[in-house]
C-alpha cells in the first residue's frame, strides 16, 4: 500500500484474533506499530511473536485512565500517532431474554463507551497534529439482526452511527471509516462455537468459509494507505457475501 511506511499505528485489541493480524500487517507495510491490549498475557506473547512492535502496553478500553496512559505511552515512544485501528471489544452469545443487566453493562462499555473514548482521545490528537486515519472494527452484526448477540448487535450498530458521525466533524483532518467483518476465524469465535457450528455458517456463506484475520487485515492496511485518500464515512463490509442474499440470518 502508498504512504504506509514510517507511519505510527496503535492498535487496540491488538494481542490477538483480528488486532494481531493488524498489528503484524501493518509492520509488513514498514510501519511502527504499538499495540493497547487489557490482557497482560497477551501483550506479552505478542511482543515475542512480533518482536519489531514499538510496543505493548496494558490497557482496559473501559477505564478512561488507562486509555489516556496507554495513548501517551504510544505518543511518548512513537513521536505521535497517525493512524488508529480501534477494534478491542467483547461479545456473549445468551439469549435475549438471559442477558443480565451486568452484561448488558459490560459489552456497552467495551465495545462501544471503550470505542468512543480511544476515537476521541486519538481524534484530539491528531486534529492537533493536523493529519491522522482512524479505523474501527464494526460488524455485520450491526447492520442486520442476529439471534443470541442482542447486545453485541446493538453495540456494533453504535460504531457504525459513532463512525458516520466522526467523519463528517473531524474531515477534512482526519479520515474515518469502519470495516464490518462477517465470520472470522478468531480465538472469540472458536471459543463459542463447536466445530458443527462452524461448518453449518461456513454453508450457509456464498464463499463457503470463515474470513481469516489476516484478510480484515489487508482491508485495515487499504484504508489507511493513500490509496484511500478520498474515503472516508464508509462502512465496508467483509462477509464472503453473506449480506448479498440476505442470508445473515438463515
Not at 62 to 79: C, L, W, Y
Request: with cysteine.
Amino acid at each position: 500500500m502508498r504512504g504506509l511506511k514510517g507511519k505510527t499505528v496503535v492498535v487496540t485489541g491488538g494481542a490477538s484474533g483480528i488486532g494481531a493480524a493488524t498489528a503484524a500487517r501493518f509492520i509488513e507495510e514498514g510501519a511502527k506499530v504499538f499495540v493497547l491490549d487489557r490482557d497482560p498475557q497477551g501483550n506479552a506473547a505478542i511482543l515475542k511473536t512480533l518482536p519489531e512492535l514499538t510496543g505493548a502496553c496494558l490497557c482496559d478500553v473501559t477505564d478512561a485512565g488507562q486509555v489516556q496512559d496507554g495513548f501517551n505511552e504510544a505518543v511518548r515512544r512513537m513521536g505521535g500517532v497517525d493512524v488508529l485501528v480501534n477494534n478491542a471489544g467483547i461479545s456473549i452469545r445468551h439469549p435475549f431474554l438471559e442477558i443480565t443487566g451486568e452484561e448488558w453493562d459490560r459489552v456497552l462499555a467495551v465495545n462501544l463507551t471503550g470505542v468512543f473514548r480511544v476515537a476521541q482521545t486519538a481524534a484530539r490528537h491528531m486534529v492537533q497534529r493536523g493529519r491522522g486515519v482512524i479505523l474501527q472494527t464494526a460488524s455485520t452484526n450491526g447492520i442486520v439482526g442476529y439471534p443470541y448477540y442482542a447486545d453485541y448487535n446493538a453495540t456494533k450498530a453504535g460504531v457504525i452511527e459513532l463512525t458516520r458521525s466522526m467523519a463528517l466533524e473531524l474531515a477534512p483532518v482526519v479520515r474515518v471509516n469502519a470495516v464490518a467483518p462477517g465470520y472470522v476465524l478468531t480465538p472469540m469465535q472458536r471459543a463459542e462455537y463447536t466445530d458443527a457450528m462452524l461448518e453449518q455458517v461456513n454453508r450457509k456463506l456464498p464463499l463457503q468459509r470463515h474470513a481469516q484475520p489476516e484478510e480484515v487485515a489487508a482491508l485495515f492496511a487499504f484504508l489507511a494507505s493513500e490509496d484511500a485518500a478520498y474515503i472516508t464515512g464508509h462502512v465496508y463490509h467483509l462477509d464472503g457475501g453473506e449480506l448479498a442474499g440476505g442470508l445473515a440470518s438463515r
